[in-house]
């Protein structure tokens, strides 16, 4: 069982930034993808980035240019970093690990409110 445990969430104005954190309970090189999802109030889940234990990366179209996925293996911990925040980018913001065996982890979600 991994357990992830998101922090870095908050009210910031547009045009502003953030940097998420994910810290993972185990070693995150042994889990083959790491990815941060987001869901805003009465929409689907959907995939914001992703980074595998080789280091590809992977971000959604609509957010590419603006985020950066990254991963500290010695501290277990991805990050996402964000700029240039606009409204609709208002979520919660869910860490996920995905293993080479096809299992699924999710953490808690980091709420991430953009407005003035």
């Known amino acids: 069982q991994v357990q992830l445990v998101e922090s870095g969430g908050g009210l910031v104005q547009p045009g502003g930034s953030l940097r998420l954190s994910c810290a993972a309970s185990?070693?995150?090189?042994?889990?083959?993808?790491m990815g941060w999802y987001r869901q805003a109030p009465g929409k689907e889940r959907e995939l914001v980035a992703s980074?595998?234990?080789?280091?590809?990366?992977r971000y959604a179209i609509s957010l590419k240019g603006r985020i950066t996925i990254s991963r500290d293996n010695a501290k277990n911990t991805v990050y996402l970093q964000m700029n240039n925040l606009k409204p609709e980018d208002t979520a919660v913001y869910y860490c996920?690990?995905?293993?080479?065996?096809?299992?699924?982890?999710w953490g808690k979600g980091t709420l991430v409110t953009v407005s003035s």
């Open positions: 996920n690990a995905h293993t080479s065996t096809g299992l699924d982890f």
């Open positions: 185990e070693r995150i090189y042994n889990l083959y993808v």
């Open positions: 980074i595998t234990n080789s280091g590809m990366t």
